[in-house]
Every structure is written in structure tokens, then in C-alpha cells.
């Protein structure tokens, strides 16, 4: 006998012991957020609802969908880009996995999660931000929109990026290899994954 799908209303409630929501939308990359705040206090926190949204001009978005006690709203980075404009989305490699974990601890706004997580930071070369010095690829932003989302503390940054940082190891025949570095992504939950192998796809029309 075929049984039916689950089928739940969000404001119903799942009855599951987790939420399937965090895991269904999956893989994500991960947005390893670089700030820096008005009073030139540096913030490095990884952010799994980001993704690239269009290519010309070239734009990315990142969720921060929890607030924090010290912050009018939102998170330390959502702060930061408020009082400056700016931000910078580092690539996370298997290697910083560690690092990337120990930089989401909840730190007072104003401490520093680089040193915190032992990660090396380097200046960014057209915006007043630090990045993540060893990552594959680091975007920097310039900020488009701040979009407050339906519920508490839910908010969208998009960011046009205005300059690009390639690690040379990573480029392969002309391309920007993921598998070479293992990129990280979320795939709900607690549960991450590594990008080691892809394969190629081309289109009908192409």
C-alpha cells in the first residue's frame, strides 16, 4: 500500500523532533561574514542562508535571522553594515571548519572573532574591512539593500560586489575549482558536508 507524503502547515507545526524545513533547502554555502564597525572593532561570523542572487552587476545576499542582547537589531554583523555600508564574504575550505565553528561563539559586541577563532585576517583592497587572509575566494560588498523579512529579528543584506580576492591554487584550466579545497556547506540541522567531486551539465540551448 503507497502511503501519503507528510504534508504540515509551518503554523501548524511539523510534530517532528526537528525542524525538516532547516534540511530541505540544502546544500548551502556558507557565508563567512566579514564587518567592521563604526569604531573600527573587526566581526567574523558564518552565515548558512547566503547565496549569490545575479551577475551583472554581480550581487550576493545573507540572512541574519537571530537577534543579540547587546544590539538594537539583529547580530554584530548586521550592525556593523548598518553603521559602515560594507562587508566581505570569505569561502570556507575543509581546513577552516574548526575555525569557521569557533568564530559563530556569541562574543560581546566590539570583541574580535578573528584572534578568538585563530583565523589570519588581511585588509580588503576597495572597502574598510578586513578579510579572511588564507580563504579560497573572498567577495567585498558594497551594500544594495537591508530587507526586513516577516518575523523577529529576520533580515536580508543584499551586497554588489565590488572587488574579488582568488587564492591562486584554487584556479584550474581558467576556472575556480571547489573540489580542490573541499568547499564547506550546511545542510540543515548540525549536519555540514564537503564539495569533493562535480560533475558537468550542459544546457538543451547551449
Known amino acids: 500500500m503507497t502511503r501519503s507524503p507528510m504534508f ?10 526537528h525542524n525538516p524545513f532547516n534540511a530541505i533547502v540544502a546544500p548551502r554555502p556558507i557565508g563567512w561574514i566579514s564587518t567592521r564597525s563604526s569604531r ?20 550576493v545576499m545573507f540572512a541574519s535571522t537571530s537577534g543579540k542582547s547587546d544590539r538594537a537589531r539583529g547580530k554584530d554583523s548586521l550592525g556593523n553594515i548598518d553603521q559602515t555600508g560594507v562587508f566581505c564574504v ?4 575543509e581546513e577552516a571548519i574548526h575555525h569557521m565553528n569557533a568564530s559563530s561563539a556569541s562574543l560581546a ?9 585563530e583565523v589570519t585576517k588581511a585588509a580588503c583592497n576597495e572597502i574598510a574591512c578586513s578579510r579572511v587572509a588564507l580563504a579560497p575566494a573572498s567577495l567585498e560588498c ?3 539593500q537591508l530587507i526586513q523579512l516577516e518575523g523577529e529579528d529576520n533580515f536580508m543584506v543584499i551586497g554588489r560586489v565590488v572587488g574579488v580576492h582568488i587564492r591562486d591554487d584554487c584556479l584550474v584550466d581558467g576556472k575556480f575549482d571547489i573540489t580542490r579545497f573541499g568547499m564547506v556547506t550546511r545542510l540543515g540541522y548540525r549536519d555540514y558536508s564537503v564539495i569533493r567531486e562535480a560533475f558537468e551539465l550542459t544546457r538543451p540551448d547551449d
Open 8 to 17: 504540515y502547515r509551518p503554523e501548524d507545526g511539523h510534530g517532528l523532533p
Open 40 to 59: 573600527g572593532f573587526d566581526n567574523l561570523a558564518p552565515y548558512s542562508f547566503f547565496n549569490a542572487v545575479a551577475y551583472t552587476p554581480p550581487q
Open 90 to 93: 570569505n569561502v570556507v575550505e
Open 109 to 117: 559586541a566590539g570583541e574580535d572573532e578573528f584572534p578568538h577563532s
Open 142 to 144: 558594497r551594500l544594495s
